[in-house]
């Protein structure tokens, strides 16, 4: 039986314009409390975690996914299965969340092969809120690539063009935000002051901040579930800021103080999106494989740079 979504100020938004600037599928968002390794299925977390994301491919509205180290040492962070390293987001086309497991039942089987012996939680959710201020039409980013691809694909029908993956770039900060809030708690109208959104830009500056997006929790992948880790997700995009250790901690700060009204315990942490994954290409379990290559060669592209001009100047 669907859950229905919380009666909460949340849901209240206008029809047409305002519908316009939120995306309208499902967003997934998948948050990893704890990251033991999932054997004897599975040797580490992230071969677990990647097999899920592969699963998902499978689901026909499934679109793209983003997974998302945490910020800076984020491998090893993983490697020490520090709670909360990593999170996965991903976009389904034309589902409501509240039908979105029911669609591919393979995919919840995933979650719990995947992830066995650990705390994890994937909850599909609703955008019900966008702070766009670069953007005319104040649309979130998930609302903005939907329109692109529909435009894409119409414009392809009838040819071999293929639409590309939206994807996010690693330099680009994300906030992610969790909160659980009592019924009423949270206000869309006001949302983006509530949380410390307003005050975050003002900290990385007008012309770095992205987007942020609120939404709504509707269901869990776990049948059995009523209660969940979160009743609003936020993903507030600062830019690229990422050198800027201070200023990263200092955005991050004002919303975990902001936050702390709505819910003394929400999860809030800075990272990066390190691999966007469509329904199509590199298997997602090769992904670390070959991100450790393409590091190493950056490394050793450096080294070889450095050599030469050392020996210029000799």
Known sequence: MNEAPLETETRRRDDGASARRVYDGTVLFHVYDT????????????????????????????????FHYALGNGEERIDAREPNACFNCALFDDVAPEDMFAAFSDFVDAVEMGHLNQTEHALACREIAAYAPSDADGASAFARTRAKRREMIEAAEGSDAVVPVFGF????????????????????????????ITSAQAIVGA???????????????????????????????????GQDEALVSAAEDVIR??????????????????????????????????????????????MSTQSTRTTADV
């Open 169 to 196: 770039d690693e330099s680009n900060v994300v906030i992610f935000v969790g909160v659980k809030a009592n019924a009423g708690g949270v206000d869309a109208n006001d949302w983006a002051t509530t949380f410390g």
């Open 207 to 241: 012309g770095a901040f992205q987007d942020a997006s609120l939404f709504e929790v509707v269901k869990s992948s776990k049948a059995n579930e009523v209660d969940h880790r979160f009743t609003h997700v936020a993903r507030v995009s600062l830019g690229p800021v």
């Open 257 to 302: 103080r902001a936050c702390a009204a709505i819910d003394p315990s929400a999860l809030i942490a800075p990272y990066a999106c390190v691999y966007n994954i469509g329904k199509k290409g590199t298997p997602p379990g090769a992904l670390p494989a070959m991100r450790e290559i393409a590091k190493k060669k950056k490394e050793n592209d450096e």
């Open 35 to 66: 990251l033991e390794a999932p054997k004897p299925i599975f040797g580490t977390f992230l071969e677990g975690a990647l097999h899920v994301v592969e699963v998902a491919r499978f689901h026909p509205n499934f679109v793209s996914a983003h």
